[in-house]
Nanobody
Framework: QVQLVESGGGLVQAGGSLRLSCAAS????????MGWFRQAPGKEREFVAA????????YYADSVKGRFTISRDSAKNTVYLQMNSLKPEDTAVYYC?????????????????????WGQGTQVTVSS
């Protein structure tokens, strides 16, 4: 079992920045591909960003490409999402997720159903 706890959400003005953290505990963190998803009120949970087990590969949704950066620190069992140039449409609950069986160490996982573990979410609100 892996437990994921997100933090770092809050209220920010448009154009501002936030850094989300996802602390993992339980089994070996380095063996998991990780991702961030978000869910706005009345909408489906959508993919935001993913990072491979090795940390060498990342992938982003078009809507956040160039503004968000995902990274991981395996020594700290933590994955991060740096969010810059935030827009009101980025307002959502952000969830961290872990995939325990990625195909390869370099695989990034973008499909919600492939993830095995989820955090409780952290609210991000961007005011205009």
């Amino acid at each position: 079992q892996v437990q994921l706890v997100e933090s770092g959400g809050g209220l920010v003005q448009a154009g501002g920045s936030l850094r989300l953290s996802c602390a993992a505990s339980g089994r070996t963190f380095g063996a998991y591909a990780m991702g961030w998803f978000r869910q706005a009120p009345g909408k489906e949970r959508e993919f935001v960003a993913a990072i491979s087990w090795s940390g060498s590969n990342t992938y982003y949704a078009d809507s956040v490409k160039g503004r968000f950066t995902i990274s991981r620190d395996s020594a700290k069992n933590t994955v991060y999402l740096q969010m810059n140039s935030l827009k009101p449409e980025d307002t959502a609950v952000y969830y961290c997720a872990a995939d325990r069986n990625p195909p390869l160490t370099i695989s990034v996982v973008t499909t919600r159903g492939e993830y095995d573990y989820w955090g409780q979410g952290t609210q991000v609100t961007v005011s205009s």
